[in-house]
């Protein structure tokens, strides 16, 4: 067992630092010097140019800056925005939990409708709910979410007024950020109004962020579901005379929950690149967001260390995943 | 590995005596894809929006790009101010919103070509190099696809996009990168499983060079899954596509991309909401033909999932 | 559970004592464009990170609100000597600092705070100068290390500084919101701490409005300052609600969710203009757009030839496509909100026939070929280049002039055009201290005409020069005011630029908002500001 998570865990390092290495090329190659796009028409002469970039490390030889960057990034230093002058990772975790909080509601959302909805398809199979769920959740999947979002706001916010069209939280409150998830925050201060305002705010981009996610859940929980309730045991458990209700509660569920669970978890990236258009189109003050006003304003340390903190977390849960599953399922644990 | 794997494998003899001819291959795969009348109409709904934006320059009523300044918003002809000049209406500087829409048909089903055609090429080549001759060049390659995947596909498209520069063509180019991993994955993974199969070994023991080996002998039995893969890419590319023309980095305007129609005309969403609900409507309706396409030939020609 | 209730109700009280409404607090909600940089305007360069500093700081002598003139600020009153080289200040006596966090000041501004001010930006070895990237972009563009000899402390309210040379636009620079006054006790404490950054994210001044809190990304609080010696402001707070989307700005000015709102989608202007619960004010931006023809290229060396290019694009034409109501026409190169403004001048009228005829006196009867370069980003006096470009390019050839567009990476852009490399480009400038000088000297003078400097067209023309340089050594406004009139009429003769337009600048206002007058440097000011 020990041995397993070992070697997963051992596989991951030089991913990382393959993602280290990409991260670093990829954002040295975008055009447009950030001191240059900082100063505009008035332009900045010769010598306090070459001061900032050799403040900033970038009159180095490239393999030089890479090495200092990886060693600094080891340390836990992603190094400071241009922009603010403040840690990278700092900023990212003051803005991380929004996208965290948002992300989760988007998979709970996903979860626990695709769940019952892929399950009944299942058991009802060649239904007309059946056929329902499965044209939904294509159509779900094939969905283009920056508008999907727009028609929602066009519709709820603006047309019946129902949800606000944009934040997390009304200005009227004011909530101190203890853990940054505005639901748990305005809990704790025992704001209940907050709580609401906070709560309504979500709805609308839950709701478009998990719309593929719910898509792709739906789908998955049916077609594990029908696999598993063609296998032998099931049919020998119904042969028996079980009620058709514990079969599949007892038996077929727990077994189909193991895929599901692990496509639940590769949902993670899907999820973080989809909070780009997501925070966009409601002005949330998250990560996604954060990294696209990074590529505007030549941000390079944000942006370096936004991505490579992101596609760390999605290893992380990928790698969580991975050994879960191998702990679920020992038929896997085994192969290698 | 290789013994699991045999037992798939057609009978190294063939049988003395064939009492019927089994039916052609194609046949047999339309008999089953007939079956799936979702997968028929994607197909169909495709092959229309093919000929519209074959014939884009002939049937869209005027040019996308002329701006008739006279009728700025106009609504579709079944709402009140709506005309029979404009079907769909207009957009904020009078542009046909039907015309738009038909010649940004041809950009979608272009970009989709192209973004398939290209990442097919590449995924298709790493996966066969990784497949076939394994040890090292495996592991990089692999490795290499690994950290590509582990970047959200919008995410890293979003930077390759900042990198290129705005535009169709780095659009496109910069979402082909993100989906390279996925064939080369498949590739891959159907190479390995094909290259220790009898007739392989018979070909590499006739002398059969690496060359021969991998592009005639090994590709025509691992087609399968990629068809179905490149029509599913043909629906992320246009979805990618668009999000990044969305995000403003994308087709740039006037391209009458419809991702970029979309972003160029958010500001008037609430005066005209027509500029905003047809784009988005093309794009869900290609998205999905595709989708639906994919499906169909993937229940039609993977034997497990054949019932 | 309970304990952490507890905790938290603290919190809480101080929540409430920002949202309760019972005593009726008045706030005012201003849905700003976007996120500040920092809380220190000595480090940037945008007006989005100056008006979140504006309500705290105080600067030594500032701009009246709505206008380019000085008047006092923290200092009281002035004196310049006869040889226009030293300025005494004397200070406001009683000025409070804010108390914010846990700091609590011991005493009230004075000369210690001038100077440790200026001398964070202007010496290498303060031990704030390297802090937060010590970029003091300004302060190095306004010359001030150059400028400055010496500051000194005469006693707790008096400041003298003294100059190298005379420079009538000084007095207007220190009211450039590069030059707040902060607290050296306040950094000092911080120093001590070792957080000596927090100076430039938790803003203590002794302005109108005193720092709560800032949400990244997303709301900015203030307070009124109960101690401020211009009196308690008549609101009791200011929100800033950070909201991108001009369209959603919109909404939330409709819906009452804030009072004010910057920069409408020009396409929205209209119907504010018809809404009965809005104000729309509107004013033209201290800034213009221009093509510059580099007068050290052929053609461009012939003045006959910038005239007939002049008279050969249609210019109301492309501010109404372009620019829409969001830009009038220019026809000198400082707008007209700026005093000096010539508006005797006569433009250049479009007029094909007499442009092809010019051209043909200086040789050209057949038009010529050109490189026409346009910015690839959008500015505040030209929101979209490549577009006004393409108009160009369509008008010139009607006189037979063939213009290819250039584009570049915006900093390699600018960097080419100094150097001198095009022929046609086009470019524009924001005005900083309101003083024609920052216009006439800084992009038309000799001086800039070196390659590298900000006279992208590189004409130095020695009556032009004389006239600016001589109303940059004289601190009679009334004779530079005659001499940069003169100025104008030189340029406008020898037409080293195609003038296209200067911006206008709008803004949204809620009904019951009181007193608000608009900036002509673009900034957002809400002193003296109150609802009904």
Same mark, same amino acid.
């Given at each position: 067992?020990?041995?397993?998570?070992?070697?997963?865990?051992?596989?991951?390092?030089?991913?990382?630092?393959?993602?280290?290495?990409?991260?670093?090329?990829?954002?040295?190659?975008?055009?447009?010097?950030?001191?240059?796009?900082?100063?505009?028409?008035?332009?900045?002469?010769?010598?306090?140019?070459?001061?900032?970039?050799?403040?900033?490390?970038?009159?180095?030889?490239?393999?030089?800056?890479?090495?200092?960057?990886?060693?600094?990034?080891?340390?836990?230093?992603?190094?400071?925005?241009?922009?603010?002058?403040?840690?990278?990772?700092?900023?990212?975790?003051?803005?991380?939990?929004?996208?965290?909080?948002?992300?989760?509601?988007?998979?709970?959302?996903?979860?626990?409708?695709?769940?019952?909805?892929?399950?009944?398809?299942?058991?009802?199979?060649?239904?007309?709910?059946?056929?329902?769920?499965?044209?939904?959740?294509?159509?779900?999947?094939?969905?283009?979410?920056?508008?999907?979002?727009?028609?929602?706001?066009?519709?709820?916010?603006?047309?019946?007024?129902?949800?606000?069209?944009?934040?997390?939280?009304?200005?009227?409150?004011?909530?101190?950020?203890?853990?940054?998830?505005?639901?748990?925050?305005?809990?704790?201060?025992?704001?209940?109004?907050?709580?609401?305002?906070?709560?309504?705010?979500?709805?609308?981009?839950?709701?478009?962020?998990?719309?593929?996610?719910?898509?792709?859940?739906?789908?998955?929980?049916?077609?594990?579901?029908?696999?598993?309730?063609?296998?032998?045991?099931?049919?020998?458990?119904?042969?028996?005379?079980?009620?058709?209700?514990?079969?599949?509660?007892?038996?077929?569920?727990?077994?189909?929950?193991?895929?599901? &669970?692990?496509?639940?978890?590769?949902?993670?990236?899907? $999820?973080?690149?989809?909070?780009?258009?997501?925070?966009?189109?409601?002005?949330?003050?998250?990560?996604?967001?954060?990294?696209?006003?990074?590529?505007?304003?030549?941000?390079?340390?944000?942006?370096?260390?936004?991505?490579?903190?992101?596609?760390?977390? &999605?290893?992380?849960?990928?790698?969580?995943?991975?050994? $879960?599953?191998?702990?679920?399922?020992?038929?896997?644990?085994?192969?290698? | 590995?290789?013994?699991?794997?045999?037992?798939?494998?057609?009978?190294?003899?063939?049988?003395?005596?064939?009492?019927?001819?089994?039916?052609?291959?194609?046949?047999?795969?339309?008999?089953?894809?007939?079956?799936?009348?979702?997968?028929?109409?994607?197909? %169909?709904?495709?092959?229309?929006?093919?000929?519209?934006?074959?014939?884009?320059?002939?049937?869209?009523?005027?040019?996308?790009?002329?701006?008739? *300044?006279?009728?700025?918003?106009?609504?579709?002809?079944?709402?009140?101010?709506?005309?029979?000049?404009?079907?769909?209406?207009?957009?904020?500087?009078?542009?046909?919103?039907?015309?738009?829409?038909?010649?940004?048909?041809?950009?979608?089903?272009?970009?989709?070509?192209?973004? %398939?055609?290209?990442?097919?090429? %590449?995924?298709?080549?790493?996966?066969?190099?990784?497949?076939?001759?394994?040890?090292?060049?495996?592991?990089?390659?692999?490795?290499?696809?690994?950290?590509?995947?582990?970047?959200?596909?919008?995410?890293?498209?979003?930077?390759?996009?900042?990198?290129?520069?705005?535009?169709?063509?780095?659009?496109?180019?910069?979402?082909?990168?993100?989906?390279?991993?996925?064939?080369?994955?498949?590739? *891959?993974?159907?190479?390995?499983?094909?290259?220790?199969?009898?007739?392989?070994?018979?070909?590499?023991?006739?002398?059969?060079?690496?060359?021969?080996?991998?592009?005639?002998?090994?590709?025509?039995?691992?087609?399968?899954?990629?068809?179905?893969?490149?029509?599913?890419?043909?629906?992320?590319?246009?979805?990618?596509?668009?999000?990044?023309?969305?995000?403003?980095?994308?087709?740039?305007?006037?391209?009458?991309?419809?991702?970029?129609?979309?972003?160029?005309?958010?500001?008037?969403?609430?005066?005209?909401?027509?500029?905003?609900?047809?784009?988005?409507?093309?794009?869900?309706?290609?998205?999905?033909?595709?989708?639906?396409?994919?499906?169909?030939?993937?229940?039609?020609?993977?034997?497990?999932?054949?019932? | 559970?309970?304990?952490?209730?507890?905790?938290?109700?603290?919190?809480?009280?101080?929540?409430?004592?920002?949202?309760?409404?019972?005593?009726?607090?008045?706030?005012?909600?201003?849905?700003?464009?976007?996120?500040?940089?920092?809380?220190?305007?000595?480090?940037?360069?945008?007006?989005?990170?100056?008006?979140?500093?504006?309500?705290?700081?105080?600067?030594?002598?500032?701009?009246?609100?709505?206008?380019?003139?000085?008047?006092?600020?923290?200092?009281?009153?002035?004196?310049?000597?006869?040889?226009?080289?030293?300025?005494?200040?004397?200070?406001?006596?009683?000025?409070?600092?804010?108390?914010?966090?846990?700091?609590?000041?011991?005493?009230?501004?004075?000369?210690?705070?001038?100077?440790?001010?200026?001398?964070?930006?202007?010496?290498?070895?303060?031990?704030?100068?390297?802090?937060?990237?010590?970029?003091?972009?300004?302060?190095?563009?306004?010359?001030?290390?150059?400028?400055?000899?010496?500051?000194?402390?005469?006693?707790?309210?008096?400041?003298?500084?003294?100059?190298?040379?005379?420079?009538?636009?000084?007095?207007?620079?220190?009211?450039?919101?590069?030059?707040?006054?902060?607290?050296?006790?306040?950094?000092?404490?911080?120093?001590?701490?070792?957080?000596?950054?927090?100076?430039?994210?938790?803003?203590?001044?002794?302005?109108?409005?005193?720092?709560?809190?800032?949400?990244?990304?997303?709301?900015?609080?203030?307070?009124?300052?109960?101690?401020?010696?211009?009196?308690?402001?008549?609101?009791?707070?200011?929100?800033?609600?950070?909201?991108?989307?001009?369209?959603?700005?919109?909404?939330?000015?409709?819906?009452?969710?804030?009072?004010?709102?910057?920069?409408?989608?020009?396409?929205?202007?209209?119907?504010?203009?018809?809404?009965?619960?809005?104000?729309?004010?509107?004013?033209?931006?201290?800034?213009?757009?221009?093509?510059?023809?580099?007068?050290?290229?052929?053609?461009?060396?012939?003045?006959?030839?910038?005239?007939?290019?002049?008279?050969?694009?249609?210019?109301?034409?492309?501010?109404?496509?372009?620019?829409?109501?969001?830009?009038?026409?220019?026809?000198?190169?400082?707008?007209?909100?700026?005093?000096?403004?010539?508006?005797?001048?006569?433009?250049?009228?479009?007029?094909?026939?007499?442009?092809?005829?010019?051209?043909?006196?200086?040789?050209?009867?057949?038009?010529?070929?050109?490189?026409?370069?346009?910015?690839?980003?959008?500015?505040?006096?030209?929101?979209?280049?490549?577009?006004?470009?393409?108009?160009?390019?369509?008008?010139?050839?009607?006189?037979?002039?063939?213009?290819?567009?250039?584009?570049?990476?915006?900093?390699?852009?600018?960097?080419?055009?100094?150097?001198?490399?095009?022929?046609?480009?086009?470019?524009?400038?924001?005005?900083?201290?309101?003083?024609?000088?920052?216009?006439?000297?800084?992009?038309?003078?000799?001086?800039?005409?070196?390659?590298?400097?900000?006279?992208?067209?590189?004409?130095?023309?020695?009556?032009?020069?004389?006239?600016?340089?001589?109303?940059?050594?004289?601190?009679?406004?009334?004779?530079?005011?005659?001499?940069?009139?003169?100025?104008?009429?030189?340029?406008?003769?020898?037409?080293?630029?195609?003038?296209?337009?200067?911006?206008?600048?709008?803004?949204?206002?809620?009904?019951?908002?009181?007193?608000?007058?608009?900036?002509?440097?673009?900034?957002?000011?809400?002193?003296?500001?109150?609802?009904?």
């Amino acid at each position: 067992m020990l041995r397993f998570i070992l070697t997963r865990v051992s596989l991951v390092i030089p991913t990382f630092l393959g993602i280290t290495f990409l991260t670093f090329i990829l954002i040295r190659l975008v055009p447009g010097d950030p001191i240059e796009v900082r100063v505009g028409e008035r332009g900045i002469a010769p010598e306090r140019l070459a001061a900032f970039r050799h403040e900033l490390g970038l009159d180095q030889p490239l393999w030089q800056q890479f090495l200092d960057y990886v060693g600094h990034v080891l340390s836990g230093d992603f190094g400071l925005s241009l922009v603010t002058h403040n840690s990278v990772l700092s900023e990212f975790l003051t803005l991380f939990p929004a996208t965290l909080e948002l992300a989760l509601c988007a998979m709970l959302f996903a979860t626990l409708i695709g769940l019952p909805a892929g399950i009944l398809a299942a058991v009802k199979r060649g239904s007309l709910f059946d056929h329902g769920v499965m044209g939904a959740s294509l159509t779900g999947y094939s969905m283009p979410i920056f508008w999907w979002g727009l028609l929602l706001i066009l519709f709820f916010s603006v047309a019946l007024g129902w949800t606000p069209v944009s934040g997390r939280l009304d200005l009227v409150y004011y909530v101190e950020p203890a853990t940054g998830f505005m639901l748990i925050d305005t809990l704790m201060a025992g704001d209940y109004d907050a709580f609401r305002s906070a709560l309504s705010h979500l709805i609308l981009p839950t709701i478009v962020l998990g719309t593929v996610p719910l898509a792709v859940v739906a789908r998955m929980t049916r077609s594990a579901m029908l696999e598993v309730l063609g296998e032998d045991y099931i049919r020998t458990a119904r042969a028996k005379g079980l009620a058709d209700g514990r079969v599949i509660g007892m038996h077929a569920l727990r077994n189909a929950l193991i895929p599901v &669970v692990t496509v639940i978890g590769l949902q993670v990236g899907t $999820l973080l690149g989809g909070a780009i258009l997501t925070e966009t189109i409601f002005s949330w003050p998250g990560v996604g967001k954060w990294l696209i006003e990074s590529i505007n304003r030549r941000d390079y340390p944000a942006l370096q260390g936004g991505v490579l903190l992101i596609a760390t977390s &999605v290893i992380l849960v990928n790698l969580l995943v991975d050994v $879960l599953y191998g702990v679920l399922n020992p038929r896997i644990r085994h192969a290698r | 590995m290789s013994a699991e794997f045999s037992t798939n494998a057609e009978p190294a003899t063939p049988e003395p005596v064939a009492v019927s001819r089994p039916p052609h291959p194609l046949t047999e795969f339309w008999y089953h894809f007939r079956q799936n009348k979702g997968a028929l109409g994607g197909l %169909v709904v495709i092959l229309l929006i093919a000929l519209i934006a074959i014939f884009a320059g002939v049937i869209a009523p005027h040019d996308p790009d002329i701006q008739y *300044r006279d009728a700025i918003l106009t609504p579709p002809v079944w709402q009140d101010g709506g005309t029979w000049t404009y079907l769909l209406g207009t957009d904020d500087i009078g542009r046909d919103m039907l015309s738009r829409l038909m010649y940004g048909a041809r950009l979608s089903m272009m970009i989709g070509l192209i973004v %398939v055609t290209l990442s097919l090429a %590449v995924g298709l080549g790493l996966g066969l190099i990784a497949g076939f001759f394994g040890g090292m060049a495996d592991v990089l390659i692999m490795r290499g696809m690994d950290i590509l995947l582990a970047l959200p596909s919008l995410l890293l498209a979003v930077v390759v996009a900042a990198i290129l520069g705005p535009g169709l063509v780095n659009a496109m180019l910069a979402v082909s990168v993100v989906v390279i991993p996925h064939y080369a994955r498949l590739t *891959r993974a159907a190479v390995m499983a094909e290259v220790n199969k009898d007739y392989v070994i018979a070909s590499r023991v006739a002398g059969a060079g690496p060359m021969r080996l991998m592009l005639i002998v090994v590709l025509p039995n691992c087609l399968a899954p990629l068809i179905v893969q490149a029509t599913l890419g043909f629906s992320t590319a246009i979805l990618d596509a668009a999000a990044l023309g969305f995000l403003g980095l994308g087709a740039q305007p006037p391209t009458p991309e419809w991702g970029t129609m979309l972003a160029s005309s958010l500001q008037f969403l609430q005066r005209a909401p027509w500029v905003v609900t047809w784009p988005g409507i093309a794009i869900l309706v290609t998205v999905l033909a595709f989708n639906l396409l994919g499906d169909g030939l993937r229940d039609a020609l993977d034997p497990k999932l054949k019932r | 559970m309970k304990r952490i209730l507890l905790g938290a109700g603290l919190g809480m009280a101080a929540a409430l004592a920002l949202s309760a409404p019972a005593q009726a607090a008045k706030t005012l909600v201003y849905c700003s464009e976007g996120s500040p940089e920092n809380f220190n305007p000595m480090l940037n360069t945008t007006g989005t990170s100056f008006d979140v500093a504006l309500p705290v700081y105080n600067n030594l002598v500032q701009f009246e609100h709505g206008g380019t003139k000085v008047v006092p600020g923290l200092a009281e009153s002035w004196t310049i000597s006869d040889d226009g080289l030293v300025y005494t200040f004397k200070l406001r006596a009683g000025a409070k600092w804010h108390s914010v966090g846990d700091f609590k000041p011991t005493r009230d501004a004075n000369a210690d705070d001038v100077i440790f001010s200026f001398e964070r930006q202007w010496k290498p070895d303060h031990p704030f100068h390297k802090i937060s990237g010590g970029a003091y972009d300004y302060f190095n563009d306004m010359a001030m290390p150059k400028l400055l000899k010496s500051i000194e402390k005469v006693d707790d309210l008096t400041v003298k500084f003294t100059l190298n040379a005379v420079e009538a636009p000084f007095l207007a620079n220190l009211a450039m919101p590069f030059a707040p006054i902060m607290s050296a006790e306040y950094a000092a404490m911080l120093l001590k701490k070792g957080t000596p950054e927090k100076l430039d994210q938790v803003p203590v001044g002794t302005g109108p409005f005193q720092f709560v809190a800032y949400q990244k990304d997303a709301v900015i609080r203030y307070k009124a300052f109960e101690q401020y010696w211009g009196g308690k402001q008549p609101l009791d707070n200011l929100v800033f609600a950070i909201t991108p989307d001009a369209a959603v700005r919109l909404a939330k000015l409709k819906a009452g969710e804030c009072q004010v709102m910057p920069y409408p989608n020009p396409a929205d202007i209209d119907s504010m203009k018809k809404d009965s619960s809005i104000v729309v004010q509107e004013q033209e931006g201290l800034n213009v757009g221009y093509v510059s023809f580099n007068v050290t290229k052929k053609p461009f060396d012939d003045v006959r030839v910038r005239r007939a290019v002049s008279m050969a694009m249609d210019k109301k034409a492309m501010v109404a496509a372009v620019y829409q109501a969001a830009g009038v026409p220019a026809k000198n190169p400082i707008p007209p909100t700026m005093w000096s403004y010539n508006d005797s001048i006569e433009d250049y009228p479009y007029d094909v026939e007499r442009a092809k005829k010019l051209l043909a006196d200086a040789g050209y009867p057949n038009g010529f070929e050109t490189d026409l370069w346009a910015m690839p980003v959008q500015r505040p006096y030209n929101p979209n280049a490549k577009r006004i470009a393409e108009m160009m390019q369509a008008d010139l050839a009607k006189v037979g002039v063939k213009a290819k567009i250039v584009q570049y990476e915006w900093g390699e852009y600018r960097k080419r055009m100094q150097q001198g490399e095009h022929q046609m480009g086009m470019l524009g400038w924001t005005g900083d201290n309101g003083d024609p000088d920052n216009f006439l000297y800084t992009l038309l003078g000799c001086e800039a005409a070196r390659p590298g400097g900000n006279n992208l067209s590189k004409w130095c023309n020695k009556e032009f020069d004389d006239l600016v340089v001589q109303a940059k050594r004289t601190n009679d406004i009334a004779a530079r005011t005659k001499l940069y009139e003169q100025a104008q009429v030189i340029f406008k003769e020898e037409a080293p630029w195609y003038t296209i337009a200067h911006s206008v600048v709008y803004m949204g206002l809620a009904k019951n908002v009181v007193g608000y007058k608009m900036d002509p440097f673009g900034i957002h000011r809400f002193e003296g500001v109150d609802l009904k």
